[in-house]
């Protein structure tokens, strides 16, 4: 058994389908080149230690045989939840030491936590020798994430895991990557950090009252996630932005949208974006608009104008990987 192994994995950003996608229709999200860094020692005594400083924790230790039990730190809980399922479907003789670093804040909604537990999944398998294969790690993944958050479609996990640009189905039941060409798209933060299984929960009260509704709007919704990913193979932008823009029609109809948002969404398309819409749970977090090279400066200052943060990262980023 090796004793220390480093890996790392992507962020991610929607594409197109969110909110959809945890009703069984299928999105796109693509890998960014913003990473979260694991490194996985393994100790003699059976325990659980862990340093993630981007999320506050600091040497904090437990009992292997206490895991997922009393209070677990928010930082925390991805991590040590993703090694006791590890550890029940294989049991280890050793504790683990575990130290995370990430190139982007938690607060962007780059999906910190999915990255996290697929890190933890993969780093724990190569360090065992089990060499768990990309469907073995996301199921052990998504089941961690559920635990946890209660929802969720696993779409983020599967960007961690295999990155690229992907077509997704919920749970993971299509998971097929999409060859595509490095596309020029322009990423701006909001300030608010959205926190998705609140709105899902919420949506889901929502979707109660008015379920014809609802299953109107996901229906158009995997429509345009259709047109889109074939606009995106195709490499019409122009085209895909018109997807982008309707995609963001159907979102602001269920309410997961923002003023905030919706300024940077239209100041991007004043100043020449093919298409722009939010990424991800909506109400905080980021939106994203795809461009051509030439507007994607102005597109920028544009977002800045309004108050927006433009976060350079690029896309189709390499997915879970071992760091040499």
């Known amino acids: 058994m090796k004793n220390q192994i480093t890996v790392s994995a992507p962020g991610k950003l929607m594409l197109f389908g969110e909110h959809a996608v945890v009703y069984n229709r299928p999105c796109i999200v693509t890998a960014v080149d913003q990473r979260l860094k694991l490194q996985l020692t ?4 059976p325990y659980f230690e862990l340093d993630a400083p981007d999320v506050g924790i600091d040497g904090y230790k437990k009992k292997i045989f206490d895991l997922g039990k009393g209070d677990i730190p928010k930082g925390a809980k991805f991590t040590e939840i993703a090694l006791k399922n590890f550890i029940k479907e294989y049991p280890q003789k050793s504790g683990f030491k575990f130290k995370t670093i990430s190139d982007f804040k938690s607060t962007f909604g780059f999906g910190s936590s999915s990255a996290s537990t697929v890190c933890a999944i993969k780093a724990l398998s190569e360090i065992s020798n089990l060499n768990l294969s990309n ?3 996301f199921d052990l993944s998504y089941k961690t994430v559920l635990e946890i958050a209660g929802v969720g479609s696993g779409f983020d996990i599967a960007a961690a895991i295999y990155g690229g640009t992907i077509y997704f189905l919920t749970g993971g039941k299509a998971i097929k990557p ?3 060409k490095n596309f020029s798209l322009v990423v701006g933060y ?5 926190d998705t299984p ?4 919420q949506l889901q009260e ?4 008015k379920p014809e509704f609802y299953t109107h709007i996901f229906n158009e919704i995997e429509k345009v996630v259709m047109l889109g990913k074939n606009a995106l193979v195709d490499e019409n932008y122009k085209k895909a932005g018109d997807f982008m823009n309707l995609n963001q029609t159907h979102l602001f109809k269920i309410g997961v949208s923002s003023k905030k948002l919706d300024d940077m969404i239209n100041a991007a398309r004043d100043a020449g974006a093919f298409g722009a819409k939010l990424s991800g749970a909506g109400v905080g977090d980021c939106m994203i608009a795809l461009t051509s090279p030439s507007k994607k400066s ?3 200052n544009a977002i800045k104008k309004v108050g927006g943060q433009v976060l350079k990262v690029e ?3 390499e997915g879970v990987r071992i760091e040499k």
């Open 178 to 180: 999409l060859h595509l």
């Open 190 to 194: 909001s300030g608010t950090k959205a």
């Open 206 to 209: 929502k979707i109660k009252k």
């Open 42 to 45: 393994t100790i003699e005594a």
């Open 298 to 300: 102005a597109i920028e």
């Open 135 to 137: 469907k073995e790690i």
């Open 315 to 317: 896309v189709n980023a």
């Open 198 to 201: 609140t709105i899902v929960k």
